[in-house]
Structure formats: structure tokens, C-alpha cells
């Protein structure tokens, strides 16, 4: 499933360099072992922040993922433009879910270990669809309710940036080990 990190499971250990970045490649998945994703630490984020930086779905949607180390929270923003949007003119509810699974998936990664940031999978994603959005940008929440050693449960909120509830989701996520 790929390299094994310094306890032997697939995964990896955030190290900071003198330009303030880490790079990590972790295996994400089942389907595709040779996909990666790279976690960055920037001085333009507070310490206890990593921005996520997935190949793929993030740069063809166009949303940034940021993870608090500090509580495992996980928030997910989407400047809205045309290509988000459905026939209505509204954001298309396959962009919501996705934004939703990507907040609570990290949030479960973080519930897990907030050091390696371990692989999972979605189990369910119950999402509940609220309200429309048209333009600006869009913030997704996420924070972790319960789980085990295997097994997180996580809550999302989609919100406008002028804090209209959009979206809601419910989600389960199981580890992925190595």
C-alpha cells in the first residue's frame, strides 16, 4: 500500500525544515496506492496549522484544506466560480459533499493520529442540504464526535462566508491499515 513509516504502517511523521515546509507522501485509499499527498507548513499559517495539498480532486475543484493540530479540527474553503455551479446557478450538491467528506475525512485522519495523519476511508456520509449558495466563498467545518482505535465519527457544517448553514453531514471513517 506503500512506504511504511518509522512504526512500520503506511504513513508518515511531520518534520519542519528551516523553510518552514514538510512534505509527506502517505497512501491514500484502496483504489490507487500510487496517489499522494503532501502536507505543508507555511509561514503564512500559525504554527499548529498544516495546509493539505491532495494531487486530483483538490486542484480540479479548487478548494484549500486546512487541519489545527492542536484539536484535529479540520476547515475546508471554495472561492465559488461558474465551474461549481449547477444548471440552477447554485453550488452543486456533489461539490458540497465532496467538500463535506474532505473536511470530516481529515478531521477522523487527525481523530486517529494527529502526528501521521493516517489513510482512511469513507464509510457513510449522511449530508443534509439546507440552504444555496451562488458566489463568494464557502467554509467547511468539521470536528470529530467519538470513535476507536479503527472506527471515527465526525460532524461537518457548510456555511457562506456571511455564515448562512448551507450543508450538514454526519460521517464514519475507518482507518486504513498498512
Not at 91 to 103: E, S
Request: net charge positive; aromatic share 6%; charged share 15%.
Amino acid at each position: 500500500m506503500g512506504a511504511a513509516g518509522p512504526n512500520g504502517r503506511a504513513g508518515h511523521k511531520f518534520q519542519r525544515n528551516s523553510l518552514w515546509q514538510v512534505r509527506a507522501i502517505v497512501p491514500i485509499g484502496f483504489a490507487n496506492a500510487f496517489s499522494a499527498r503532501s502536507i505543508i507548513v507555511t509561514a503564512h499559517h500559525p504554527d499548529h496549522i498544516l495546509e493539505i495539498k491532495n494531487p486530483g480532486c483538490q486542484q480540479l475543484v479548487g478548494y484549500c484544506t486546512l487541519v489545527d493540530t492542536r484539536d484535529g479540527s479540520c476547515e475546508v474553503t471554495l472561492d465559488l466560480a461558474p465551474q461549481h455551479l449547477n444548471g440552477l446557478g447554485v453550488l452543486h450538491g456533489g461539490i458540497v459533499a465532496t467538500l463535506l467528506d474532505v473536511a470530516c475525512g481529515n478531521t477522523a485522519a487527525s481523530f486517529f493520529d494527529r502526528e501521521t495523519h493516517p489513510s482512511l476511508v469513507t464509510v457513510s456520509l449522511n449530508t443534509t442540504y439546507i440552504a444555496a449558495a451562488k458566489t463568494g466563498r464557502v467554509t467547511v467545518t468539521a470536528q470529530a464526535t467519538g470513535g476507536g482505535r479503527s472506527i471515527a465519527y465526525v460532524n461537518g457544517e457548510l456555511r457562506s462566508e456571511d455564515g448562512v448553514l448551507l450543508a450538514t453531514a454526519t460521517g464514519v471513517f475507518k482507518r486504513v491499515r498498512g
